[in-house]
C-alpha cells in the first residue's frame, strides 16, 4: 500500500534504522522458523527431496500473488518520476542485493532502458555479487553512503529488498533516500518488520519458514525475483516500452535479438520478412520506429518525430494520424 512518510521510522542521522527501539527479535520471523512439514528431509530419496524442494516454491507464487494490489500501488506511485527522467535504484544484500543487480540489468536489454537509469547497489559492492562479504549487509552507514553516493533525487525511485526485513544496510540506503526525497518502494518476507513501515510503498511477500529453515534464497527469494519482474515489467509497459504485448523496445544486441526484432515487425504489420528487414535497417534497429513506419506506410525519420511527439508511445502515434 501506500502511506505518507512515517515520521516513527525514519533513519534519524545518528544511524538508527527506522524503527530500531521496536526491532523484531530474529527467532520471531517466519522466514527464521523451523519448516515442520519436512524433519526428515534429508532422508528422503533424490525424486522425492526434489518434488519437496519444488512444491514449496507454491508458496512464492502465492505470497506474490497476494502482494499484487501493493505492487500496482508501487507502480503508479513511481510512474510520475520516471517520467520525469528519474532513476530505477535497487538496495540489497546477499539474494535480495543480487537479485536486484539482475533485474537492473535486464531492463536494457529487454526494453532499452538506459543503464544509467537503473541502477544496482548490493552490501558490500560488486565483489558481493558473486561471493559472501563478511559483515557488509550489518554496516548501516555504508548503506547511507552507498545511495548518497548514487545521487538519489526527488524524481528517483528506490527498490529496498530484504527477506528478513530488518537488514542494517538497506535500513542505511532508505534513511539516505529519505532525505533526498526519494519514493521507498520495500519489499520484504516478514510483516511488520522496518523495511515495510517505513517505505513509501510496502510490498509484503508473506512466504513463510523455508523448506530448509532459514535458507531465504529459496522460496523467498523467489517470491522477490516474482515481484521485482512484475513491478519492473509493468513500469515498462506504462512507459510504452511494450505495444500490446509485444517487446519493442528490445535492444538488440545479438543475433538472436535481431531475429527476434525481424519477427516483432512481421507480427504487428503482417509484412513478409525481407520488407521487416529493410524498416528495421533503415529505422537503425528500433523496433517501434520500424512499426511505426510500416503501418503507416511513412519513412523511419517521420515515424520517429511521431513516437516522440507521442512520448514513446506506439498505439499513441499510430492513432494520432
Known sequence: MTHPPNPDASLPSSGTPPGAAHLPDPATLRTEAVNPAHPDLD??????LVQALLDDQRHAVNAARRAGPALGAAADAALPRLRRGGRLLYAGAGTSGRLGVLDATE???TFSWPPARAVPLIAGGERAIREAVEGAEDDREDGHAALRGAGAGPDDVLIAVAASGTTPWVLGAMQAARESGTLVIGLANNA???????????VLLDTGPEIISGSTRLKAGTAQKIALNTLSSALMVRLGKVYGNLMVDLKATNAKLEARAVRLV??????????ARAALVEAGGQVKTA???LR???????ARARLDAAGGQARAALDAR
Do not use: K
Open 291 to 293: 512499426i511505426v513506419a
Open 266 to 275: 512481421q507480427h504487428a504489420t503482417g509484412c513478409e520478412e525481407p520488407r
Open 192 to 202: 511488520g518488520t522496518p523495511i515495510l513501515t517505513g517505505a513509501d510503498c510496502a
Open 107 to 109: 531492463l536494457t536489454p
Open 43 to 48: 532422508q528422503l530419496d533424490t525424486t522425492d
Open 296 to 302: 503507416l506506410g511513412i519513412a523511419a525519420d517521420e
